[in-house]
């Protein structure tokens, strides 16, 4: 334990000693000798060709130790190649000698040079042991002494700080870390249903207006104008501005036409179809009203490309508040232009679009929509309320919709909507749409990490 410079409590001394081991090839020329001695011990009195002892163990390195010392001599005319003789009578091995001193303790006695070539070798290793040499400090005390970690006035007014210990303080230590904001439920799975779609190649379109027609809203939509969704039990209608100041007139004549007379193989409603009702402004109520500006926009362009759009956007509805309702919400919706597209593809893009999300148990059941046929209301079990909760609505477009805008016959386009609350609340196991929206939503069961994660 250590404290401030004036509260030793423990003094520690770090001390180094050197000592010299032998490696694993010094174990074995300690027990068999070194090369050069056993190389020259192999030869015989009549010599040995230099293939053969080159074939030997450790030859190679004791042959040159072996000449280096003359030990041994090198006829290279002999017959039948070079052969090796010995040069003297008998040998000494001192490597073996200097590791077998080192092995007793008496490494110290060897000199310099010796204990170098040992090291170059590889026969010889140096070891550096390190220790601590512990003493009782200036502070030592067998009773513990609670220090002070603050100056208070009391301690001021009667000076008894003076012979109190306090606590050193560490600059380097971390603070708490500062209270900081979560991204909130809804605006995590918008980012991760915007970061899909773009997986996905979809386009975004541009959602900004809140007030909206109630021809691009439901008339250019072949809703009808005595449907009960445009009646003002469900629908917010503004007082000022009360009416559009400008509808494309050539294609409004066209919708008005398929609305009272029919058209493009279609009946229509048969009734008195008023520019006046198209002209109300309103809330709008989903965002499939841009949705028809983008389809109507890509009509006028001439040349038919192929095309994926969304949007994530604020939509308003005239409902009472329940567990799975609000007044204003949030809708999703992606659409889907090109050849050939059938309800097929509209079930296996919205399979591919919720697992995604992560949400895997899907149902799919047939509806009726007024500007799609065939339709589609799109259900995910919650968890929380163990049943099955519908997330969205889908369908392929009516030709009612696209031929009026100068689409070609041959394109089909599949969309689907669905609320961004909804996901939020199953993905998230959250029961109450109250609780989503209001400050009530627990933040420990919402988020994986509780700690400042904004990216999470």
């Given at each position: ?33 070194s090369p050069e001695v056993r190389l020259f011990r192999s030869v015989p009195s009549e010599g040995l060709p ?133 991204l909130h439920p809804l605006l995590k799975v918008r980012s991760q249903l915007r970061q899909i779609f773009l ?218 909507g669905l609320s961004l609350e909804r996901p939020t609340m199953i993905k998230y196991g959250i029961n109450n ?24």
């Amino acid at each position: 334990m250590f404290s401030g410079e004036h509260f030793r409590v423990i003094e520690a001394e770090t001390r180094a000693t050197t000592r010299w081991e032998l490696s694993a090839e010094g174990e074995e020329v300690l027990r068999d000798g070194s090369p050069e001695v056993r190389l020259f011990r192999s030869v015989p009195s009549e010599g040995l060709p230099q293939s053969d002892a080159m074939k030997l163990p450790g030859a190679q390195v004791g042959f040159s130790k072996a000449m280096a010392n003359k030990w041994l001599r090198l006829d290279k005319g002999a017959p039948g190649g070079p052969r090796i003789f010995r040069a003297v009578d008998a040998v000494q091995d001192v490597v073996q000698s200097s590791l077998r001193q080192v092995q007793e303790g008496n490494g110290s006695s060897l000199s310099e040079r010796e204990r170098t070539d040992l090291k170059r070798r590889k026969l010889l290793l140096e070891v550096t042991l390190k220790s601590y040499w512990i003493r009782k400090g200036s502070a030592f005390s067998t009773a513990v002494v609670r220090q002070e970690t603050d100056l208070t006035p009391e301690m001021i007014a009667t000076g008894s700080w003076r012979k109190l210990p306090f606590k050193a303080y560490n600059f380097s230590a971390l603070g708490l870390p500062p209270t900081c904001g979560h991204l909130h439920p809804l605006l995590k799975v918008r980012s991760q249903l915007r970061q899909i779609f773009l997986e996905m190649g979809f386009t975004e379109m541009p959602t900004d207006n809140f007030v909206e027609s109630s021809f691009w809203n439901f008339d250019a939509l072949f809703q009808p104008q005595q449907h009960p969704a445009r009646d003002q039990h469900d629908t917010f209608f503004l007082q000022d501005p009360a009416e559009a100041p400008e509808l494309p007139a050539n294609y409004m004549a066209r919708v008005k036409k398929v609305h009272s007379q029919g058209g493009y193989g279609s009946q229509g409603y048969k009734y008195e179809w008023k520019v006046e009702e198209a002209r109300k402004n309103l809330l709008r109520t989903h965002t499939t009203s841009a949705s028809a500006r983008a389809l109507y926009h890509l009509a006028r362009q001439g040349k038919f490309t192929p095309v994926k759009y969304f949007s994530i956007d604020r939509v308003f509805r005239n409902e009472s508040l329940d567990a799975t309702h609000l007044a204003e919400f949030h809708q999703v919706e992606g659409v889907v232009a090109d050849r050939g597209l059938t309800l097929g593809h509209l079930m296996g893009t919205l399979q591919q679009f919720f697992t995604k999300l992560g949400i895997s148990k899907l149902r799919f059941k047939p509806a009726y929509n007024p500007y799609t046929e065939p339709s589609m209301e799109v259900f995910s079990y919650h968890e929380g309320l163990k049943k099955w909760v519908e997330v969205g609505n889908s369908g392929v477009f009516r030709p009612e919709l696209l031929l009026p805008m100068g689409l070609p016959e041959s394109v089909s386009v599949i969309a689907w909507g669905l609320s961004l609350e909804r996901p939020t609340m199953i993905k998230y196991g959250i029961n109450n749409i109250r609780e989503l929206v209001g400050h009530r939503v627990n933040l420990q069961m919402i988020y994986d990490n509780p700690l400042c994660r904004l990216d999470a």
